[in-house]
């Protein structure tokens, strides 16, 4: 398993605040909000500019109503609900990131495909779980900090993922109703230090359109990139990455 | 009827009135109420009565329906101003017709079958949570112009280039393995294969809605299961949607393969990416349903025009209204004004072809009006109707029937003439 980066390692961090992000970050805004792109659009920049697009496959688990669709919305910038609708299916949302590498300073856009899948769904359809882990290149294991048992499950669910050369990047969802928190700060360093992997939060209100989602976009696209690197070094650079990356 | 707020619903387990769960209306009814309903139902059965629906002196209506021995759902509305043509008859019409789609909205997500036999009523309150987005948007009745649920046929939308979008629908559900696939832009059917339309009208309906109220929450691509609630109630079958632009979703409904992966990264881009510009050309038409060429004349304020034999439908509003005096009523009033004529005259003088769920021993006492339809010798071919909002006009033949609008100012003997023009231009110029 790819060792984790820490933030800022490889890519520039916090780019979205800089200047020099503009043109690109204003590519993927519409009015202050996020620009929707179909599945036959993608950010278009002028030639000059021209930028490679990289496309990952993420799939976000974790127990229903943890937030998994809340949080693809969150990512996303669309609206995110505030009812509990059981997800029914699977729900692909599509989440294009502008980033700068540090060295080179090279600058490429992310593509990233979230895959939500309702947990009850999962559970009822054979063909989900599947389909869901076919081809994928990252899992965000959730838990949610008003739900101590969601915490505790992690360990089963990193488990089902062992052995797969796979990011594994874990979620705290609903930090923002610290009055009914039920993980504490501790059991979250621990299990960092036990585990190795990077433990984000996510809730409240979204403050400069980008700056809530920042910190995961770019933990997600910094370990991916690290991934790919590590295995085109070892020479197992997976040939259908490419492919997907010409369409 | 819509602008006195959405009506409420209530899901019971018809055996033992257990709540199963309520939706919609700002006020909740209180426990008691809820109680007496269900009491008054079962009352009724146990003195062989089927209890179907009632009104209030301020009339306000409530509708019972028992589905499939198992599932009891009661709808609610509060009385109020229901305007042109709005009758207790025409609100019983829209009640029932929302009844019957939250049924079939509960069969296509979870099947016939869990439905059917409720042996665990925790778990099956649990699993009807996953219908509630989509009970939400037939109660809120989700977007103007849209008449699917109260027509029964499929809200369509006539693309500028049908032949290049029909090629590219067939081939591209072809590819996946699948008959069955369909184009929906903006909301509405632009395009889609024979064995689609060969769906019972309820079905093709319904998906539409489902597409909707996926491609509302801005996904790109979805697996959903989806059971039909007339083809096969009790295996489920598989949608796959992609959203190919913002407002342009396709869809096919397979088995077991593809998956989604393979379908979203071989045959997505190869099929569609050709016809961008088509697709924006369909997306151009927006909410007018119709392409440019045929306008609306301008005395025309909405129409609503449904092929009887295909049971599709298409709508559309003056895009500009003039302002005169009195001013004409609002867009979204006019939409308003045009579901109340429809169920006005389908009650009254032109009959569903489809069964329109009422019940023959539903008697409503303050109306004959099923009576007075059953009288007629002959078969009503116009109708026409002049409150202080608006004119309106219906016209039926044996292939399409047309409602329309018009300011109060159109001389009344003039709206036949107009009728059967607008009829005529929109059916020469597109073929629907
Ligand atoms: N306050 C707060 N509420 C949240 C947050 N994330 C999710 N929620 C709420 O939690 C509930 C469940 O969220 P969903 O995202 O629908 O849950 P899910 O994991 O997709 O559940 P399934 O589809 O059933 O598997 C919703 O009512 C959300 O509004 C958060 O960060 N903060
Ligand atoms: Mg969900």
Request: glycine content about 8%.
């Amino acid at each position: 398993m790819a060792q984790i980066c820490p933030p800022g390692s490889i890519l520039v961090a916090d780019w979205h605040r800089s200047k020099d992000s503009k043109e690109y970050f204003n590519k993927i805004l519409h009015k202050k909000r996020r620009r929707k792109f179909g599945l036959l659009e993608s950010p278009m920049m002028p030639p000059h500019l021209a930028v490679d697009t990289v496309h990952y496959k993420i799939f976000i688990c974790g127990k229903s109503g943890v937030g998994k669709t809340s949080l693809a919305a969150r990512l996303a910038g669309m609206n995110v609900p505030n009812m509990h609708y059981e997800t029914k299916g699977i729900e692909t949302t599509m989440v294009y990131w502008p980033v700068k590498l540090r060295e080179g300073g090279k600058v490429l856009f992310f593509c990233l495909q979230l895959w939500d899948c309702g947990e009850n769904a999962l559970r009822r359809f054979d063909h989900f779980l599947p389909s869901c882990q076919e081809q994928v290149d990252a899992v965000l294991l959730l838990f949610s900090f008003t739900d101590k048992t969601s915490f505790d499950d992690l360990s089963n669910q990193i488990t089902r993922w062992t052995g797969t050369s796979l990011v594994k990047v874990v979620v705290g969802t609903k930090f923002d109703l610290f009055m009914h928190c039920d993980v504490t700060e501790t059991d979250v360093r621990t299990f960092e230090e036990t585990r190795s992997l990077p433990v984000l939060h996510m809730g409240g209100e979204d403050i400069d359109g980008l700056g809530d989602v920042a910190p995961l976009l770019n933990c997600l696209a910094e370990n991916l990139w690290h991934q790919d690197c590590v295995a085109a070094a070892s020479g197992t650079r997976r040939s259908q990455q490419e492919t997907e990356a010409l369409i | 009827m819509a602008q006195d707020g959405t009506p409420q619903l209530i899901c019971l387990t018809a055996s033992s009135g257990v709540p199963l769960f309520t939706r919609g209306a700002n006020r909740q009814l209180p426990f008691s109420v809820i109680g007496s309903l269900n009491g008054v139902h079962m009352f009724g059965g146990s003195q062989g009565v089927v209890v179907s629906s009632s009104s209030t002196e301020g009339g306000g209506k409530v509708v019972w329906r028992v589905f499939q021995d198992s599932v009891m759902l009661i709808a609610v509305c509060r009385g109020g101003h229901g305007g042109a043509g709005s009758s207790s008859r025409a609100e019983q019409v829209f009640l029932q017709r929302l009844l019957e789609n939250v049924w079939n909205c509960m069969v296509l997500v979870l099947g016939q079958d869990e439905l059917g036999n409720v042996r665990n009523v925790e778990r099956l309150k649990k699993d009807l949570r996953s219908c509630f987005s989509l009970i939400d948007q037939l109660l809120e009745d989700g977007q103007e112009g849209v008449f699917g649920n109260l027509t029964h046929c499929a809200d369509s939308l006539l693309p500028p280039d049908p032949g290049l979008l029909q090629e590219a629908v067939d081939g591209f559900a072809k590819s996946a393995d699948s008959e069955f696939g369909c184009l929906i832009v903006r909301g509405r059917i632009a395009a889609a294969t024979e064995k689609w339309w060969r769906l019972a009208p309820q079905e093709v309906v319904l998906l539409s809605a489902l597409v909707r109220s996926l491609a509302g929450s801005g996904t790109s691509s979805c697996d959903y299961p989806v059971f039909l609630p007339r083809g096969s109630p009790n295996v489920a079958h598989r949608l796959l949607r992609f959203q190919l632009l913002p407002g342009a979703d396709v869809c096919i409904l397979c088995g077991p393969t593809p998956s989604l992966h393979r379908a979203e990264t071989r045959l997505v881009v190869p099929f569609w990416a050709p016809l961008m510009e088509t697709l924006r050309a369909c997306l151009a038409v927006g909410q007018h349903c119709l392409p440019a060429s045929v306008s609306p004349r301008p005395d025309v304020m909405a129409v609503l025009l449904i092929n009887r034999e295909t049971r599709r439908c298409v709508t559309c509003v003056q895009p500009n209204l003039q302002t005169s005096d009195p001013p004409l009523p609002s867009r979204q009033r006019c939409w308003e004004l045009l579901k109340l004529f429809y169920s006005f005259s389908v009650t009254r003088y032109f009959p569903q072809e489809d069964t329109l769920c009422v019940v023959p021993e539903d008697k409503d006492p303050r109306s004959n009006a099923e009576d007075f339809v059953l009288s007629f010798s002959h078969n009503p071919l116009q109708c026409y109707l002049v409150t202080e909002e608006c004119k309106s006009f219906g016209l039926q033949t044996p292939q399409h029937q047309l409602f329309l609008l018009t300011p109060l100012s159109v001389p009344t003997f003039a709206l036949q003439t107009l009728a059967s023009q607008t009829l005529s231009d929109i059916v020469s110029a597109t073929g629907f």
